[in-house]
């Protein structure tokens, strides 16, 4: 595919070698012992390190260009001021230096990399009422933090940043094919048009810092419970965000892990009950983003390997169909209350 639009550089991270990662923690004063194991993230490199004291270190080094400085330090302030009110999270070790955020130059480029302590756990098992009520606790104390300050250089859960930017950037990026191209377009402007609609009918929210990308693969269950990893996402935006993800099913049986989510978390944080009628509008717009994610990494060559379905005429007429799915299920009933 080609582009009159820049994507993403298509080897962002090629000088990252197992070399290059140990020697960027020895200038922060963690000598690995050689051994290290790259974690699954498409976005950032992460990796497991083995240290020479036997401790275990996860670094993570930011995909270049994604976020400034500004945005990542409030990403990493927001996990210390969680960590420090007890909430379990994976956040910044402080390094030599006194912070949380070090570079590293290698073949040319400039790497950012932040140090966490290492957090292992399992799945949650989000089929029992208990482990369900445990996260929503820690959701609602994670808000009840975030609801101190907004954040001032990350971004916010909008129509704007999340519809219409990458809608704009897709279509002018000319990666979507044409004979796909009028399809995708009316379906993703009635999506937007069904979304703007919901937004006006629920009216203002409380926005707030948010996990973002409260998904079951970032909350790790252990037998002290859950804890949360992966903070990249945080960003400002109405609470039910951090809830969505984390149903699945029928919706009776969506209902009954509301419930129970929300009963851990008001005994933290009050929930307006108005922001359940936005969860097929966040759906919606995560959709769009997503698409647009894909797109502009496509020049990475993790990229088609990991999704080697998308970017085809198949791909974006199924698009269209899911979008327009989505239109009824924006004009249905909200769901109920419990």
Same mark, same amino acid.
């Given at each position: 595919? &080609?582009?009159?639009?820049?994507?993403?550089?298509?080897?962002?991270?090629?000088?990252?070698?197992?070399?290059? $990662?140990?020697?960027?923690?020895?200038?922060?004063?963690?000598?690995?012992?050689?051994?290290?194991?790259?974690?699954? &993230?498409?976005?950032?490199?992460?990796?497991?390190?083995?240290?020479?004291?036997?401790?275990?270190? $996860?670094?993570?080094?930011?995909?270049?260009?994604?976020?400034?400085?500004?945005?990542?330090?409030?990403?990493?302030?927001?996990?210390?001021?969680?960590?420090?009110?007890?909430?379990?999270?994976?956040?910044?070790?402080?390094?030599?230096?006194?912070?949380?955020?070090?570079?590293?130059?290698?073949?040319?480029?400039?790497?950012?990399?932040? =140090?966490?302590?290492?957090? &292992?756990?399992?799945?949650?098992?989000?089929?029992?009422?208990?482990?369900?009520? +445990?996260?929503?606790?820690?959701?609602?104390?994670?808000?009840?933090?975030?609801? %101190? %300050?907004?954040?001032?250089?990350?971004? &916010?859960?909008?129509?704007?940043?999340?519809?219409?930017?990458?809608?704009?950037?897709?279509?002018?990026?000319?990666?979507?094919?044409?004979?796909?191209?009028?399809?995708?377009?009316?379906?993703?402007?009635?999506?937007?048009?069904? =979304?703007?609609?919901?937004?006006?009918?629920?009216?203002?929210?409380?926005?707030? @810092?948010?996990?973002?990308?409260?998904?079951?693969?970032?909350?790790?269950?252990?037998?002290?419970?859950?804890?949360?990893?992966?903070?990249?996402?945080?960003?400002?935006?109405?609470?039910?965000?951090?809830? +969505?993800?984390?149903?699945?099913?029928?919706? =009776?049986?969506? @209902?009954?892990?509301?419930?129970?989510?929300?009963?851990?978390?008001?005994?933290?944080?009050?929930?307006?009950?108005?922001?359940?009628?936005?969860?097929?509008?966040?759906?919606?717009?995560?959709?769009?983003?997503?698409?647009?994610?894909?797109?502009?990494?496509?020049?990475?060559?993790?990229?088609?390997?990991?999704?080697?379905?998308?970017?085809?005429?198949?791909?974006?007429?199924?698009?269209?169909?899911?979008?327009?799915?989505?239109?009824?299920?924006?004009?249905?009933?909200?769901?109920?209350?419990?």
């Amino acid at each position: 595919m &080609s582009s009159p639009l820049p994507l993403d550089s298509d080897t962002p991270y090629a000088g990252l070698t197992p070399e290059a $990662v140990l020697d960027a923690l020895d200038t922060v004063g963690l000598r690995g012992d050689g051994r290290l194991i790259q974690l699954n &993230s498409y976005e950032n490199r992460v990796f497991q390190v083995f240290l020479e004291d036997g401790s275990v270190v $996860v670094p993570k080094f930011y995909r270049p260009g994604r976020w400034t400085d500004a945005q990542i330090l409030e990403e990493h302030a927001f996990a210390l001021e969680l960590l420090e009110a007890e909430i379990p999270v994976a956040a910044p070790l402080v390094l030599d230096g006194g912070g949380t955020l070090a570079r590293f130059d290698v073949s040319g480029q400039t790497y950012r990399f932040a =140090v966490a302590a290492r957090r &292992s756990g399992r799945a949650a098992e989000l089929e029992d009422p208990a482990v369900l009520e +445990w996260i929503g606790r820690f959701i609602g104390r994670i808000h009840a933090v975030g609801a %101190k %300050k907004p954040f001032e250089h990350r971004l &916010s859960l909008d129509i704007a940043t999340h519809g219409t930017a990458p809608r704009d950037w897709l279509l002018a990026s000319e990666l979507i094919p044409l004979d796909a191209e009028s399809g995708w377009k009316q379906a993703v402007d009635a999506a937007l048009d069904a =979304v703007r609609e919901c937004f006006d009918r629920v009216g203002p929210c409380r926005t707030l @810092r948010l996990h973002g990308d409260c998904h079951t693969g970032n909350v790790l269950w252990t037998e002290a419970g859950p804890h949360f990893v992966d903070l990249d996402d945080a960003l400002n935006g109405p609470a039910v965000q951090d809830f +969505w993800m984390l149903l699945s099913g029928e919706p =009776v049986a969506m @209902r009954r892990q509301l419930n129970d989510l929300l009963s851990g978390y008001e005994d933290f944080m009050e929930f307006d009950w108005r922001e359940l009628r936005l969860i097929e509008a966040l759906r919606t717009l995560r959709m769009i983003h997503y698409s647009a994610w894909i797109a502009r990494r496509w020049n990475d060559p993790a990229f088609p390997v990991a999704f080697p379905w998308f970017g085809g005429r198949g791909y974006w007429n199924e698009q269209a169909t899911r979008l327009l799915d989505q239109v009824e299920a924006l004009r249905e009933a909200p769901p109920s209350y419990p």
